[in-house]
C-alpha cells in the first residue's frame, strides 16, 4: 500500500497519508495507552531507554552518563521524548534517523522547535528538519560516544543504521540502531530496494560483533519467531526465543534489545546461507532464498 501511495503522491502527501493510517492505528490499537512499558538498558558507559511509540514502534534515547549528553532515534512522539529527558536529567542534542517514513521521522520537525540546537542526522533528502547528512563509514560523537552511520538500503534508498561504541574502561557492549532494516527475527519490507541489497545490508551487520545489542524499530518479535518457525521448524534456539518472547509481550515487555549473535540463530533473513534455509527455500543462493523468504513472510 504505502509503495503505491508513494509511487502516486508527492512526498508531503504521502507523509500526511502515512500520519493519519499510524495515527489511527495507534488509537484503535493502544488507544491512549502505550504497547510496551518504557525500560532502561544501562551499561557503565552509555544507557539507552526503549520509549515505545503508536501501535509497534520504539524510539530509543541514547545517553553518555559521562557526559549526560544524549541523542534520541527517530522521535515520531516528541512529547514522550522531552518527558523521557527531563525525567533523565540529560541534554539532548542530536537526532538520530534510521529513514524518511513518517513513523520514524515524523517527529523532527516538531522536535527541534522543542529543542533548540538540535542535529538532526540521517541518510536521506527527505528526512525532515535534517541538518546533517550523512553517508556509509561518517562517525560523529555523542558526548564520548562515538556512532558510525552504516548505510542499508532496501527498506529505503537512505537507510541508516547507527552504531555505537564507546572507548570507557568498562564492562560495556557496542549497541546498533536498526530501523526497519534488521528486526529481531526478520527484515524490513523491500519498498526501495532488492533482496541483493538486504543480503549486504545483513552482512555488514553480521560483521559485527556479537555482542552488539540490537535495537530495532518495531515490536516485531513474536509474528517474526512464528514465521522462522516454519522456516527452521527443527531451530531449538527459534522455539525458545519464541517462548520467550511471548512471555514478554503477555506482560508488555519489550522483547529488544537481541544481538548479533542471537541473530545469527534465531533470524532466518541473516541465516541464508544456511543449508536448513537454503532447503526451505528451494534454493541454492543467499540472494535467491533472500527473495524468497521475503515473499513468503509479506504473506505470512
Not at 533482496?195 to 524499530?217: H, I, R, W, Y
Not at 516485531?220 to 527452521?232: A, C, D, G, P
Request: glycine residues 8%.
Amino acid at each position: 500500500m504505502f509503495k503505491l501511495i508513494s509511487r502516486v503522491f508527492p512526498e508531503r502527501v504521502t507523509q500526511g497519508i502515512t500520519a493519519v493510517y499510524f495515527k489511527a492505528g495507534a488509537l484503535w490499537n493502544v488507544g491512549f495507552g502505550t504497547h510496551s512499558k518504557s525500560v532502561s538498558i544501562a551499561q557503565s558507559a552509555m544507557k539507552v531507554r526503549i520509549i515505545p511509540a503508536l501501535s509497534d514502534n520504539y524510539m530509543y534515547l541514547l545517553m553518555d552518563p559521562a557526559t549526560k549528553e544524549a541523542a534520541i532515534v527517530d522521535p515520531v512522539d516528541p512529547g514522550a521524548v522531552m518527558l523521557a529527558v527531563n525525567e533523565e536529567e540529560v541534554t539532548l542534542s542530536a537526532v538520530l534517523t534510521t529513514h524518511h517514513h513518517w513513523d520514524h521521522a515524523g517527529g523532527n520537525e516538531h522536535i527541534v522547535k522543542l529543542c533548540k540546537n538540535l542535529k538532526v542526522y540521517g541518510g536521506d533528502d527527505r528526512i525532515g528538519a535534517l541538518s546533517h547528512k550523512v553517508g556509509d563509514g561518517d562517525k560523529f560523537k555523542v558526548g564520548s560516544l562515538e556512532v558510525k552511520c552504516l548505510h542499508t538500503p532496501c527498506h529505503t534508498s537512505g537507510h541508516i543504521c547507527y552504531y555505537v561504541t564507546s572507548d570507557a574502561e568498562g564492562d560495556h557492549a557496542p549497541v546498533v540502531f536498526t530501523g526497519d532494516t534488521l528486526f529481531i527475527a526478520g527484515c524490513g519490507r523491500f519498498f526501495e530496494g532488492t533482496a541483493e541489497q538486504m543480503c549486504s545490508a545483513f552482512k555488514k551487520l553480521s560483521d559485527l560483533p556479537d555482542n552488539t545489542k540490537v535495537f530495532c524499530g518495531h515490536e516485531y518479535s513474536v509474528k517474526n519467531l512464528e514465521f522462522s518457525e516454519t522456516v527452521e521448524p527443527e531451530n531449538s534456539d527459534v522455539k525458545k526465543k519464541l517462548e520467550w518472547a511471548r512471555d514478554c509481550r503477555n506482560n508488555e515487555i519489550p522483547t529488544v534489545p537481541s544481538t548479533i549473535g542471537d541473530e545469527k540463530l534465531i533470524n532466518p533473513f541473516m541465516r541464508v546461507h544456511v543449508s536448513s534455509v537454503l532447503n526451505h527455500c528451494n534454493k541454492t543462493d543467499a540472494v535467491e532464498a533472500m527473495g524468497v523468504l521475503r515473499a513468503q513472510k509479506d504473506k505470512f
